[in-house]
């Protein structure tokens, strides 16, 4: 079974500071991995995703994620951070050759203060 | 402008009380799924379809139905709702086959059962 594991219930950084949202997650085969990002009262909305190559995958509004293998992880980040970067942030796999089942971790929520 | 969409987007129902979530595309998408979000446990897929007249279960899928009669609609019934699935409900699409591509999603349904 695949699982995704999101440490942190809340991130809280300042502004202009950097940011990381942590994602580990165990699957059997080669993953796909995806963060999407949550405003109050909205659906989720695409960030990122990494399906194979760079290890480094650059996304929308500035974020990036790096994939390890080794420490099956699928860290978020952003070198600068915005107040209005506040959400709720998920990450989710599926599986090369079985893709119908996406399976997310619990969220992260992000607070971004002044 | 390509969306999914979801009705009603708030409902308040009693036990035992059918009803049916729509929920509806125009991306032309052949994978389609549905969602519960409840705190601490993210996302977890109740049901999901490749296309029409194909569907099969996620990881929740106890107590609620799903049909694939069009491509462009999926809707989500519950025939005999109980208090346990008062949750927040998302609809999401995709193209292909490949779980390589991201999954966009409706703007949530909250449904409250009493």
């Known amino acids: 079974a695949q699982s995704v594991a999101q440490p942190e219930d809340q991130v809280n950084v300042a502004e202009g500071n950097p940011l990381t949202v942590k994602c580990t997650y165990s699957v059997s085969g080669n993953p796909y991995l995806f963060w999407y990002v949550q405003y109050p009262n909205r659906g989720l909305q695409f960030l990122l995703k990494y399906i194979t190559g760079d290890n480094l995958v650059k996304g929308s509004y500035g974020f990036e994620a790096e994939f390890n293998k080794s420490q099956t992880s699928f860290h978020l980040k952003k070198p600068s951070a915005l107040v209005s970067d506040s959400a709720l942030y998920f990450c989710a796999v599926s599986v090369h050759g079985a893709g119908n089942m996406l399976t997310f971790g619990g969220g992260t929520r992000l607070m971004v203060k002044p | 402008e390509a969306q999914v969409t979801q009705n009603p987007r708030y409902l308040i129902t009693v036990t035992g009380k059918k009803l049916t979530v729509t929920c509806s595309q125009n991306m032309n998408h052949e994978y389609m799924s549905w969602y519960r979000q409840d705190p601490g446990l993210g996302l977890r897929q109740i049901y999901y379809?490749?296309?029409?007249?194909?569907?099969d279960k996620g990881d929740v899928p106890e107590g609620y139905k799903v049909s694939r009669k069009e491509k462009r609609n999926f809707p989500l019934i519950l025939e005999s709702p109980s208090p346990n699935q008062t949750s927040l409900y998302f609809c999401a699409s995709r193209r292909g086959s490949s779980g390589s591509y991201e999954q966009y999603f409706g703007p949530g349904t909250r449904l409250t059962v009493t």
């Open positions: 379809s490749m296309n029409v007249e194909v569907t």
